[in-house]
């Protein structure tokens, strides 16, 4: 018998096409990640996890590493390992991240090891609480 959460607090997003098999419910286009690890920014906007990931995993040059919002505007990205790729370049991965983020977010890249963490690992990480539900018509996914 199969276990069914419903509270689980992830964040999908729904599609308006129709299934080709003739269902009449309503699709899911995609997952995006946990409301936890959403990041909320001073202007109200939400990004999600998803769209961090993306935007990071697109620099030339990073393969490991874990982007931690500290809070409303600094953010820190620790890339596990550094980057022995001659086209990677901090300035590149911080203008990817300004096109989501805040121009005033503080965006910190440093080389670290998270090799001996003895948790599950999480790529994207908000230290921030959020007390209510986020409003979805203001994220960036």
Not at 42 to 56: A, E, Y
Not at 96 to 120: A, H, Y
Not at 124 to 140: A, C, D, Q, Y
């Amino acid at each position: 018998m199969p276990l069914i959460r419903y509270k689980l607090r992830d964040v999908g997003i729904l599609d308006n096409e129709s299934c080709s098999c003739g269902i009449s419910f309503q699709l899911l286009k995609s997952v995006e990640g946990r409301v936890v690890d959403c990041f909320t920014l001073s202007d109200g906007r939400v990004i999600s996890p998803k769209t961090i990931m993306t935007t990071v995993q697109s620099t030339p040059g990073v393969s490991r590493y874990q982007v931690v919002q500290e809070s409303m505007n600094k953010v820190t990205i620790e890339l596990i390992g550094g980057s022995n790729d001659q086209n990677f370049s901090i300035d590149d991965l911080i203008s990817r991240c300004r096109k989501i983020f805040n121009e005033d977010t503080e965006i910190k890249v440093f080389n670290g090891s998270l090799e001996n963490l003895k948790v599950k690992f999480r790529p994207v990480i908000s230290k921030l609480t959020i007390n209510e539900e986020p409003r979805w018509t203001k994220t960036h996914i």
